[in-house]
């Protein structure tokens, strides 16, 4: 019984140190995407955006407060949306904004499912990239239009997105002249001066510095911007990589993606 008793409470302890994490960055504890979901005490859900014969399954995070307030479009990264987008819409929901993220890949999927209802993310990577340019925006502005309507948020909107996503905040941005501002995260920028001739919003980018392919662009756009007189600010994250708002919350992230994924929150917010 002593020997049950002691393997009882060494299983307990162990429990008990698991329950939190050391990440190479040195934050104990912070939440995953699913954690914070499954805890969250604000109010999620799914709705359907319309436009056309199109339905886009939404989700929207709700802030808890007493005053309407301003909503964010998020757009997902090439994977389709996930637990990571829900994640970082439900802490914009904690600091005071209305999330609005649409799942690119509504009616895409296997019997006309969303991203979710793919068999593997890199499978729903490949349907992104098939999908048609012209309904994607289609698709942005029936959200936009939809989180302007919605009765808690006060009509001012602004937009973001990762990679796949930040890539397409440009091209909202271009898109429409009521944004407050746009906010991509390490998405390839605009090369020619159509793709910022219709930008009136503040671009703030995130880059992180380890990734070549996407910050190659960054010179043209920053060009392009200026020549226009338009304000674009690119922040490079040094030894960050691709994706690193992603990686930077997991438990193994590396000290360079934890800092840069908690530097780009202060930065964002």
Same mark, same amino acid.
């Given at each position: ?24 960055? =040195? $934050? ?24 056309? $014969?199109? #339905?886009?399954? !939404?989700? #929207? ?86 989180? *302007? ?9 602004? #937009? ?5 996503? =930040? ?49 190659? !662009?960054?010179? *043209? ?30 438990? $193994? ?17």
């Amino acid at each position: 019984m002593k020997r049950a008793l002691v393997l009882l409470a060494l299983f307990a302890s162990a429990c008990t140190t698991t329950s939190t994490t050391t990440t190479a960055g =040195g $934050d104990t504890g912070a939440p995953t995407s699913s954690q914070r979901l499954e805890t969250t005490p604000r109010h999620h859900e799914w709705v359907q955006v319309r436009h056309g $014969d199109r #339905v886009v399954q !939404t989700y #929207v995070a709700y802030p808890e407060r007493s005053t309407k307030a301003p909503a964010v479009i998020l757009i997902h990264e090439n994977r389709g949306l996930t637990d990571f987008e829900r994640g970082v819409a439900d802490r914009l929901a904690e600091n005071g904004y209305i999330a609005v993220a649409p799942d690119m890949l509504s009616g895409m999927a296997p019997n006309g499912g969303r991203a979710s209802d793919f068999p593997t993310q890199d499978a729903a990577r490949e349907a992104i990239g098939k999908l048609p340019p012209d309904q994607v925006m289609a698709d942005l502005r029936a959200v936009a239009e939809y989180a *302007k309507r919605i009765p808690a948020a006060n009509g001012k909107i602004s #937009v973001a997105g990762f990679c796949w996503g =930040g890539s397409r905040t440009w091209m909202v941005a271009n898109d429409r002249q009521d944004l407050s501002a746009a906010f991509p995260f390490y998405g390839t920028g605009p090369q020619t001066a159509d793709g910022v001739a219709n930008i009136t919003a503040p671009v703030h980018g995130f880059y992180g510095g380890d990734d070549a392919r996407v910050n190659a !662009t960054i010179p *043209k756009s920053e060009e392009l911007m200026r020549a226009a007189g338009k304000r674009f600010e690119p922040m490079i994250y040094d030894g960050a990589g691709h994706a690193y708002m992603r990686s930077g919350q997991m438990p $193994d992230a590396s000290v360079a993606n934890r800092r840069a994924h908690d530097e780009s929150w202060t930065r964002w917010l």
